[in-house]
């Protein structure tokens, strides 16, 4: 068992860390061992921004979005030399095990850091809003991101019913269009185009272009910005259909905001088996759901391989618009 542990979050802020850190501190001082967080990711593991947690240095966090240790891009942690550097500074505080919560790029992060900690125990947590972590079908902050941008398709659908408008709406999602496939599907948005998926712009302007003409009076359509720019995209489909075309670039806001109860309860579920497993010893697993049950995830497997959308939402998308 070991007796010291540290947390760090890393990579994109998602609502639920602080939830998860939490646990993590909470179920580590519960069992005996001395929990450090390390404020700023591991750029501030480079820079020994490193301090001892108490229980009430997370208390009154919970239902705080972001989080309060911190994150911060680190190219210097990249190198050989910056990773040698911030195992230097774990070691200088006898810390003995980490957990990380964060996203891919995060999670690769700890699994260099593994290769080069002769064994120091670390565990990941999958922290990002785009849940596109392989292994889990749930990701930390996912929930709240997705009501989030559902929230404002609500609020969109008033004005673009009030004037007849095509309203293009851009959400995040680079790479995986998770988020916009699922706030899509329960916006009722009449299309949805993520980067797994072709799309014929020229068909979706006919395609819209007769819907007006039989006496539609809007229609909602969410881009993820893995898909094409939703100001290009806004701009080309006024210019085709010549409707009155609008666009709407959500951005950092689907990061904020108090997490859901799914996010503060799954993290806080996730950051305990996470505590529990790194005082065990247990190193390189990524601890995620399911089918509603608690998966452990091979380190190195989550690293590299990627989550693939579920062609199932595809298909239902299409058949929903």
């Known amino acids: 068992m070991l007796k010291s542990i540290a947390v760090l979050t890393s990579g ?22 001395k929990v450090w967080g390390i404020y700023n990711g591991y750029q501030g593991m480079i820079e020994d921004d490193i301090h001892e947690l108490t229980s009430r240095s997370v208390s009154d966090i919970i239902q705080r979005g972001g989080t309060f240790l911190g994150t911060a891009r680190s190219e210097e942690f990249k190198t050989e030399a910056g990773r040698k550097k911030a195992l230097a500074n774990l070691k200088k505080h006898e ?36 849940n596109d972590v392989w292994g889990t079908d749930y990701t930390i902050g996912a929930d709240t991101a997705v009501n989030t941008i559902l929230d404002a398709i609500n609020k969109l659908r008033d004005t673009a019913s009030s004037h007849r408008r095509i309203i293009v709406i851009e959400v995040m999602g680079r790479k995986s269009g998770w988020l916009a496939m699922m706030s899509g599907i329960a916006g009722g948005a009449e299309y949805i185009l993520v980067p797994e998926a072709k799309f014929d712009l020229d068909q979706i302007c006919r395609e819209l272009k007769d819907s007006y003409t039989s006496g539609r009076r809007y229609s909602i359509i969410v881009v993820a910005e893995g898909a094409g720019s939703g100001i290009e995209i806004s701009k080309q489909i006024g210019a085709k259909t010549g409707i009155d075309t609008r666009v709407s670039v959500l951005g950092h806001i689907q990061r904020g905001g108090s997490p859901s109860v799914e996010d503060r309860l ?9 505590a529990l497993a790194v005082i065990s010893g247990v190193s390189n697993v990524v601890f995620g759901f399911n089918a509603g049950k608690v998966v452990s995830i091979d380190l190195f497997d989550s690293v590299n391989n990627t989550k693939t959308l579920d062609p199932e939402l595809v298909r239902l998308a299409r058949v929903l618009t």
């Open 12 to 33: 994109g802020d998602s609502p639920g860390m602080n939830a998860a850190t939490r646990a993590v501190v909470r179920t580590a001082i519960f069992e005996g061992v």
């Open 95 to 130: 810390i003995e095990g980490l957990v990380i919560i964060g996203g891919d790029g995060s999670l690769t992060g700890g699994s260099l850091l593994s290769k080069l900690g002769n064994g120091m125990p670390i565990v990941g947590l999958p922290g990002t809003i785009d």
């Open 266 to 274: 799954k993290a806080s579920i996730l950051g305990e088996r996470a």
